[in-house]
């Protein structure tokens, strides 16, 4: 129940494509969603989050899509750029349960070809 | 947000040998995580450090072999105990920064990259 799915495991994509990294939850008690982007040798940076009061949060070329009753969230990237090529996590987490552990995906590879 | 360092940014040991990783934060929180990554891997948590009591570890992670400190409300370091070649990894520490009364965002340091021989 604590487990976060995440699909494809690592997803290639032209210049000016769009991205789709898919995630998927049990808990419903989980009300906190981010996601992460990791570029090789550095931590894990927060990229954009969404709670469940809204169905979609958009920053820049960055929108992270949620369906509430089927307990899913994704990530789009737009315009996809070789900048862009990194690591993605998505997470969850009980932001009502003080210390309640953030519970990572398996995470995607992106790599966005010039 | 909360700008976070560590020391040593990698190391190459040897085995049966400890190596301690230090995590700086530049503001006071309450919750800090421990983490390690495999290469290629998600993150894996291995305790969970509050300044003032022990820190909770989660299953498959020991005291003995991990051992926490956390002297105060910016600092923590974790030790890696009689390493093996097993637990090369990136170590990562993170801090959750308590916004409007929830537990949000958590933010990363950079990592520390050891390699056990």
């Known amino acids: 129940q604590q487990q976060v799915k995440q699909s494809p495991q690592s997803l290639i994509v032209q210049k000016g494509g769009i991205s789709i990294i898919n995630c998927a939850y049990e808990?419903?008690?989980?009300?906190?969603f981010p996601w992460y982007q990791q570029f090789p040798g550095k931590g894990p940076a927060l990229l954009i989050a969404?709670?469940?009061?809204?169905s979609e949060k958009k920053e820049g070329r960055f929108t992270i899509s949620f369906n509430k009753s089927a307990k899913q969230f994704s990530l789009h990237i737009m315009d996809s750029q070789p900048g862009d090529s990194a690591t993605y996590f998505c997470?969850?987490?009980?932001?009502?349960?003080?210390?309640?552990?953030?519970?990572f995906g398996p995470g995607t590879r992106l790599s966005v070809l010039p | 947000s909360a700008v976070i360092s560590q020391k040593p940014s990698r190391d190459i040991c040897q085995r049966g040998t400890s190596l301690t990783i230090q995590c700086q934060v530049d503001?006071?929180?309450?919750?800090m995580f421990w983490y390690r990554q495999q290469p290629g891997q998600s993150l894996t948590l291995i305790a969970t450090?509050?300044?003032?009591?022990?820190?909770?570890?989660e299953s498959g992670f020991v005291i003995d072999k991990f051992p926490i400190s956390r002297p105060n409300l910016t600092f923590s370091t974790l030790t890696v105990s009689n390493m093996s070649p097993e637990d090369s990894s990136i170590y990562l520490c993170?801090?959750?920064?308590?916004?409007?009364?929830?537990?949000?965002?958590?933010?990363f340091g950079p990592g520390t990259r050891l390699t056990v021989l």
């Open positions: 993170s801090v959750v920064n308590p916004g409007q009364g929830v537990t949000d965002t958590q933010y």
């Open positions: 969404i709670r469940p009061d809204v």
């Open positions: 808990n419903t008690a989980f009300d906190y």
């Open positions: 997470a969850a987490s009980n932001s009502r349960n003080y210390g309640q552990n953030f519970v």
């Open positions: 503001s006071q929180v309450t919750m």
């Open positions: 450090a509050n300044q003032g009591s022990e820190a909770t570890y």
